[in-house]
């Protein structure tokens, strides 16, 4: 299939994008201890004063690097200077810093799965530098993409775990990086939702294929393992079941719709960013199990091109699942069952 030329950079929004939403954190500044509270409202605020750094500065834009895979891995030393000291370069011995080094198996996990299934040289297609910060802020409760490097916080521990111990997290919030480069969609409403479902799906690939699990084997859930023990649930959300994930007296419950009619209709979370993004989520999931097999083949396929090659910043639910549908055709044939497998995936969730 021939592929449509790139637009300009210079049209492209490039938000902070953050693991966690906005409602948990609240539910955690509402319901948790004092301690708990303090944890949520530092890091709600330090998202805010980042975005607003973000918004001041515009886009920034670099100049492609080597074809190669390039990681380095920063410590910011519980500042919030970026992006710290060097601690790892590319081909360096591990250190003795954990997370420093999950961030570097990772970061490579994800651009092997890129380069590897989908021919693409890093976030921007040009070997761009993969760059990562750990131990950002102090008990800081998220990962974000900045536009041009990875940071993750150390979380508080009693609610969630250091930010670089799962994979799909970090694949995500570099998901959100060939995003930019891509699709470019807007960080609200139905775009956002799209914007925050392309991250989960190949968050949950680039698990997928390094664990070695087909879509009926594996569980479907983003962030396994970053909840505290104590702490009410699995993960943060589930493409298998939105809703499901966790419903914890501190954390709240999954807010996540399955379907359209559950569709959030307000104006938090910029629109419901995290919250709606289960409903595109979940037709993955559906299209991805009716055809079987290793979901990054086939599925993961249509979906790659359809953002790489299709999609642009103002789509919605509609204009991804028409989309998607007419790469599954182009790609596996009118009539086949990947093309059938993608629809019958929208029509489940009321969007077609």
């Not at 790892?88 to 198996?105: F, H, K, M, S, V």
């Not at 989960?200 to 009926?216: H, M, P, S, W, Y």
């Not at 639910?317 to 497998?341: M, P, Q």
Request: aromatic share 10%.
């Amino acid at each position: 299939m021939a592929r449509k030329n790139k637009k300009s950079l210079h049209n492209t929004r490039c938000p902070i994008c953050c693991i966690l939403p906005p409602h948990l954190l609240q539910s955690v500044a509402i319901n948790g201890e004092s301690h708990h509270r303090n944890w949520a409202f530092q890091t709600l605020n330090l998202s805010a004063q980042i975005r607003g750094r973000r918004d001041a500065v515009g886009n920034l834009f670099f100049a492609p690097s080597p074809g190669v895979k390039r990681r380095t891995i920063y410590n910011a030393k519980n500042t919030q200077n970026l992006p710290g000291i060097l601690v790892r370069g590319e081909g360096d011995p591990p250190t003795t810093d954990i997370a420093a080094n999950e961030a570097y198996d990772a970061t490579g996990a994800t651009y092997d799965f890129f380069y590897e299934v989908f021919e693409r040289n890093s976030i921007d297609d040009k070997g761009l530098r993969l760059d990562s910060t750990v131990h950002f802020g102090v008990e800081y409760d998220n990962a974000f993409w900045n536009g041009d490097q990875m940071v993750y916080g150390d979380g508080d521990g009693e609610l969630f775990q250091r930010f670089t111990k799962c994979v799909d997290i970090i694949a995500h919030e570099l998901t959100h990086g060939i995003t930019q480069y891509e699709a470019g969609l807007d960080y609200n409403g139905e775009s956002g939702a799209l914007n925050e479902s392309f991250a989960d799906v190949f968050g949950i690939l680039v698990k997928q294929r390094l664990e070695n699990e087909t879509a009926l084997e594996t569980d479907w859930m983003m962030g396994e393992g970053l909840l505290a023990p104590n702490v009410k649930g699995t993960g943060i959300r589930s493409l298998k079941a939105p809703g499901t994930a966790y419903d914890d007296p501190v954390l709240g419950k999954d807010p996540q719709p399955a379907h359209m009619r559950d569709k959030y209709m307000g104006d938090d979370d910029n629109g419901g960013v995290h919250i709606n993004s289960g409903i595109p989520n979940h037709a993955f999931y559906l299209a991805a199990t009716e055809i079987g097999g290793y979901a990054w083949e086939k599925a993961g396929k249509i979906w790659y091109i359809s953002l790489r090659d299709r999609l642009r910043n103002k789509a919605d639910f509609k204009t991804a699942a028409d989309t998607t549908i007419k790469v599954a055709g182009e790609l596996y044939g009118v009539d086949s069952s990947e093309k059938t497998a993608v629809e019958n995936a929208w029509l489940k969730v009321g969007v077609i």
